[in-house]
């Protein structure tokens, strides 16, 4: 898939719910298969977004209005996934309890009506 980083990157970041290479496949008229080989052929970590956001933030921030860095933990539960360094308990105070998944953070840096995620 031609220019798929810059596709993918695009989709995390303009996407408003979950993203999944489901989604993301439906969107782009493509097949589910074509989207998760491209996916495992890549790095896509937090580095890779901020290296890729890094210079919108930067313009972003040489403006005179108020910068709000927000950051938001999740859980991801993985009910039925075996534990491993990625997959442990959690305490989701949603639920009220501990579950088992993945503990993630995000960031967004927002600059009046725009905003970029960081992490």
Known sequence: ???FEDLYTDYLIT???YTTATGMASLLSVSHDKITRSLSQGVYD???LWEYVKP???E???SKETIVLSFDDSIEEKRYTDESELICWHYDHTFGRSVRGVNFLTAFVEVGECACPVL
Do not use: A, D, G, P
């Open 60 to 62: 972003l921030t040489q």
């Open 46 to 48: 937090s580095k890779y």
């Open 15 to 17: 996407s408003t719910s």
């Open 1 to 3: 898939m031609e220019n």
């Open 56 to 58: 919108y933030v930067q």
